[in-house]
């Protein structure tokens, strides 16, 4: 049994129906797009909003059928974000196929990213008027985190200003399943502070892949960050980064122990093995 077998074992029924719901429902989009959105939504995706969200609702005790559609509202949201940011930074790639923006072009990316956001505000509108309000709250904080980063491209900014661009991006549809599900039961704050600092620690591990394409493209992330407290940017290719990038794995590490010690408050919980195992893994 892998790692991720381990993981889901304890939610496997939950992502069994998951994936039968969303694939009914992918596979009944009446548009030309309809091979590349299968093959886009159900090839290697690490499904981990929805994990998260059912290994919460078994830890909160919540028996309640709105529980999947807070699943599939999360990852239609993420996978359209994912359409719309490979037409920002023009990708060719994305989990292997071809880009939607590579194939296609701008325009019938744009509207096939919002054509998922359709079917997302279309769940969301049989939800409850409380989700849809967090849905809404935190969709608005991520387009602002997003209009952030555009505005200071190859600035330089300071670092809590970084990370907290970095969790309006990021964070905020992590944080929207859960606080959706607070709906459904008793709010608990060590998930709550788990959210945070995870979904953090989560984008941060992703930025130190893509140190190059994201200076290229103006983005300055933690390492770049570290670097320009000594250095211009024009000193960047003869300056070896090993020491940027060791402070930046400090800082990153930092919320991977804020997000443990968060789980250390929930008690008697088989769900929270698969939690601490989601960061241990650094999904």
Known sequence: MDILKEITYPIQDDLDSFENTLRELISGCDNFLRDDVMNFMFSSSKRLRPILIFLFSKILSIDSYLVQKIAIISELIHSASLIHDDIIDEADLRRNFPTLYAKYGTKIAVLEGDYLLSLALDILSNTSLDISRIYSARIKSTILGELEQDKNLFQETSIDAYIQKTFAKTGNIFMAGLEALFTLSNRNEALYKFMENYSIYFQLKNDIKDISTDR?????????????????????????????????????????ENAIFALSKIKNSKYKDSLLKIVDLGL
């Open 216 to 256: 290229k493209n103006g983005n300055y992330t933690l390492v770049m960050l570290y670097f320009l407290k000594d250095y211009k940017i024009d000193d960047i290719n003869s300056v070896n980064l090993d020491k940027y990038i060791k402070k930046a794995n400090e800082k990153i590490n930092l919320y991977k």
